[in-house]
């Protein structure tokens, strides 16, 4: 389905002749194309769906601690930074800034990235500057359709090869439509928009079973780092539960 046939199936949910639509006393081409835009933006934030993974690469810096976030990425959803190929751990930012201050670990080479706001922290010190390329891996934000031929999200190749989330989206944005001043009828809406998220969520299933079989290698639930090494001498981490600083 694409950006076309979407206001179509949409003006037919309104009982509207989209042929027409420029002498249409209540309804514009315009609007249509919010309430599908908004319907597609639902959607695209309900669930985790392949087609919003992003990968984007850059080149690091020399003397630079911080990067903007990829404009393509939703700003916190980076969930693995490579840079030269090993991957980084991510710490809270409040850890991050505590390993690297006053004279505790200054030229600290472990590999170690955090985040704040619209910013990317990297650590220095652990890759060659100017040299090594960082890859992140996250969230893609949303498209907005503008051309006729823009497809929708749940037709990755070609508007006749679709999931029903397509349907979802549009009966989204005919639940928008329903909300509006133009037709106010919220208890419409909302049947509407419950319909389409069942949908969603049916699709969703399949997806999220098939998550539920995949297994991280290497990725203990607990493993924090060691964040006072060498500032008690006579603690042995073999010695577990020994206090005696």
């Not at 389905?1 to 199936?9: C, D, R, W």
């Not at 990968?55 to 969930?79: L, W």
């Not at 670990?105 to 390329?133: H, L, V």
């Not at 090869?161 to 133009?182: F, P, R």
């Amino acid at each position: 389905m694409n950006f076309l046939e979407a206001k179509q199936e949409l003006s037919r949910k309104l009982n509207i002749d989209y042929t027409d639509i420029a002498n249409n006393q209540l309804f514009s081409d315009t609007d249509l194309g919010a309430w599908i835009n908004l319907g597609v933006l639902r959607a695209w934030d309900y669930r985790r769906w392949p087609f919003t993974d992003a990968a984007e690469t850059a080149t690091t810096a020399v003397n630079q601690d911080y990067y903007d976030y990829p404009q393509g990425v939703v700003e916190g959803s980076i969930y693995l930074l490579k840079v030269g190929g090993l991957e980084y751990k991510k710490l809270m930012m409040e850890d991050y800034l505590n390993w690297f201050q006053s004279d505790q670990n200054p030229t600290a080479t472990d590999k170690f990235w955090s985040e704040y706001k619209t910013f990317i922290f990297i650590n220095k010190n652990a890759y060659a500057q100017g040299t090594d390329t960082f890859d992140v891996y996250g969230k893609a934000k949303a498209p907005t359709l503008s051309n006729t031929t823009d497809l929708l999200p749940f037709s990755p190749v070609t508007d006749n090869q679709q999931y029903s989330g397509n349907e979802a989206i549009v009966q989204l944005a005919y639940a928008e439509a329903l909300m509006s001043n133009k037709k106010n009828d919220p208890s419409k809406a909302k049947l509407e928009r419950d319909e389409a998220y069942a949908t969603l969520e049916l699709l969703w299933k399949p997806f999220a079973d098939s998550r539920a079989t995949l297994q991280s290698k290497n990725r203990p639930f607990f493993a924090p780092p060691n964040f006072f090494r060498n500032r008690f001498p006579n603690n042995n981490d073999t010695n577990i539960g020994s206090f005696n600083w």
